[in-house]
């Protein structure tokens, strides 16, 4: 495991001032733990837009071919029936299953790919620098370069306190 | 994000983020309440009878029940359609709420959609005890069979089960995807071992990461989007169920419609009467408020509104179409022998949300509490008269019948109905009934505490 530091804020307003106070100063933040989404961080933090709904328009996609297909290759070649004289691709009676298909599909593909990327998953045993993380504290964590000095260390130290930062934490 | 003085606070009191997490992990904290316990023995008696009608139904068939040749669908397919009405809310709530950006929806949609899954699970009952043999009743799947023979897919039976699955599935998914992150606050907040090790299972690791709640926001926003038309079609589906048929009284364009805008109106019914007692019961009056009451009022009086309309323009169509048949079920409805039940769907459904209209009565919980009985029992009489009036009285005069449930299908019912208020009261012991982190979220916007510190 790498060295780092925790320090934590109390509001969100504060965390978000600080952090961009701190990064002015070159400290490199490499997450935020907080209790509930802060507006705004993906910013500060430079994250790039979630192309999760990617995953759901492709899925949605796959599922609306797999249901309307289906439904065609069961009525027109596996065994074709005739119902009360309609057409064997009777293409407005294959819409309601195909709808469902799509969102079915969409959903699950998105929620599956979002656990994988994010790595969550049942019994996953995350590390928990902090136990009001899911409470009330907002949790940065600054990662330090492998050979950084005492020196250097301090001023990333100082650089948080200034930004009002509290319980400063220096983990090796 | 700006928010009007002269709105009224969603979260009551002068509270801060450890304080909102207390309140609402307090009901699951300690031994359950001489309430709970009375509560839920009661609601088990009421599975137990379930279980002893459904033992019958199975063991000697449906001969059991009191349906005949002019009746085939009766107690069974009202139930049926009364819990998948109910089953509307949560989802409605949590999925058009949200991209409506109503955000007093934060502090009702956990329990709603909770609500929801088990009314989904009791409607469901319905239709697999309606076949008789319920060993057979993966029959309605597709899947590879010697036979090679597959299932109707012009059917709005089969479309239903497509509509049902896919709804029950979504709706698990929106609510455990939002559920993880609380899981993760009552983990971190949890006293023994055991519960911790439960609850850290559960979470899935979650840790409030910046990345994991940036994809989790998408992930919810997306599925809301994907969950809104999902909502519509469900009912819209099991209407067709009754309008794609040649009956009279089924044989309506309007169905889609006045269906979904039906199980909207039970489906706020069901979680005004659940939330009025949980919100007292649980000590929980300073998030779901009075303010909460009246936002789902309105939505009951347009929803109602609408339902009201649907009946008068029924009614007009039938007499203004010149089909006799059309025109004879709806005087039988509304004047024949089961006129009673149509004057009770009538009051209890066009009449009382109307007194909401009232700011004194909508924001007066005793009263929105007895409203919104009767729009229960309403609702599930507008099942009845649809399904049971329609059919009792056809082209031939001589298989005119009458209908009456036998004690086993009055067991079916109470046991859903058991098993419902069974599987809720575990809920509430279980998880958070309220979104924690989403009501953490709008607490500075629509807390009390803000609105005083900034106008004063």
């Known amino acids: 495991m790498n060295k780092y530091i925790t320090a934590y804020y109390l509001d969100e307003e504060k965390l978000l001032k600080g952090l961009k106070q701190v990064k002015t100063k070159g400290v490199r933040v490499a997450d935020v733990l907080s209790p509930f989404p802060v507006h705004g961080i993906d910013k500060v933090l430079g994250l790039r837009r979630s192309r999760l709904t990617r995953v759901a328009f492709a899925g949605g996609a796959i599922g609306a071919i797999v249901g309307f297909g289906f439904q065609t290759w069961v009525f027109t070649s596996a065994y074709p029936i005739n119902f009360g004289g309609k057409p064997f691709f009777a293409a407005p009676s294959f819409i309601p299953v195909t709808f469902e298909t799509t969102v079915l599909f969409a959903a699950f593909s998105m929620v599956i790919a979002f656990f994988v990327v994010s790595k969550l998953g049942p019994g996953n045993k995350p590390v928990i620098h902090d136990e009001r993380v899911t409470d009330d504290r907002f949790l940065v964590i600054v990662d330090i370069p492998e050979n950084s000095s005492k020196e250097e260390i301090n001023e990333i130290e100082k650089a948080l306190h200034d930004a009002g930062a509290e319980g400063i934490n220096y983990k090796a | ?456």
């Not at chain 2, 036979?147 to 089969?158: E, G, I, Q, Y």
């Not at chain 2, 992930?219 to 994907?226: K, M, Q, T």
């Open chain 2, 1 to 456: 994000m700006y928010v009007s003085p002269i709105r009224e606070p969603l979260i009551r009191g002068n509270k801060d983020y450890s304080q909102v997490t207390k309140d609402i992990l307090a009901p699951m904290a300690g031994t359950p309440s001489k309430y709970w316990y009375m509560g839920i023995a009661l609601a088990l008696s009421a599975a137990l009878f379930g279980a002893w009608a459904t033992y019958v139904t199975l063991f000697t068939g449906i001969g059991s029940w009191g349906l005949n040749k002019t009746i085939g669908w009766g107690w069974d397919i009202t139930n049926f359609v009364w819990w998948v009405g109910i089953g509307h809310a949560g989802t409605f709530i949590s999925a058009i709420l949200l991209l409506f950006r109503q955000r007093w929806r934060t502090s009702i949609n956990r329990s709603a959609e909770a609500m929801t899954l088990i009314a989904i699970a009791c409607a469901g009952f319905f239709p697999l005890i309606h076949m008789g043999r319920l060993a057979l009743a993966f029959f309605i799947f597709p899947y590879p069979n010697t036979r090679a023979l597959w299932v109707n897919f012009n059917s709005p039976l089969l479309w239903d089960v497509f509509a049902i699955s896919t709804y029950f599935a979504v709706s698990l998914i929106f609510w455990y995807v939002g559920l993880i992150p609380d899981i993760g606050t009552v983990r971190d907040k949890a006293t023994t071992k055991i519960k911790k090790a439960i609850y850290g299972f559960l979470s899935f690791g979650w840790t409030g990461s910046a990345k994991h709640w940036s994809r989790h926001e998408t992930v919810s926003l997306i599925l809301a989007g994907l969950a809104a038309p999902l909502v519509l079609s469900v009912h819209t589906i099991v209407s067709f169920d009754f309008a794609t048929s040649v009956i009279p009284g089924w044989h309506t364009t309007i169905f889609p419609p006045y269906f979904v805008s039906g199980a909207v109106f039970s489906g706020f019914a069901m979680v005004l009467t659940l939330l009025i007692v949980t919100r007292k019961a649980l000590n929980l009056e300073q998030y779901i408020t009075v303010n909460h009451i009246e936002s789902m009022n309105k939505i009951i009086i347009l929803t109602g509104s609408i339902v009201g309309i649907a009946y008068l323009t029924e009614f007009f169509i039938a007499w203004y179409s010149g089909n006799e048949y059309e025109m004879f079920t709806f005087v039988n409805r509304a004047f024949g022998p089961y006129a009673w039940a149509y004057w009770i769907m009538m009051t209890c459904n066009v009449i009382t949300p109307q007194l909401f209209w009232f700011k004194k009565i909508r924001r007066n919980i005793v009263l929105t509490f007895i409203i919104s009985i009767f729009v229960n029992i309403g609702m599930w009489f507008e099942r009845f008269v649809i399904v049971v009036s329609s059919l009792h009285r056809d082209y031939l005069p001589s298989s005119w019948s009458m209908y009456t449930p036998s004690v086993v299908e009055v067991g079916l019912f109470v046991g859903t109905l058991g098993l419902f208020f069974t599987l809720f009261l575990l809920f509430i012991r279980v998880f958070p009934v309220i979104a924690i982190a989403e009501v953490k979220s709008v607490l500075k916007t629509s807390g009390e505490n803000k609105n005083h510190s900034e106008h004063e």
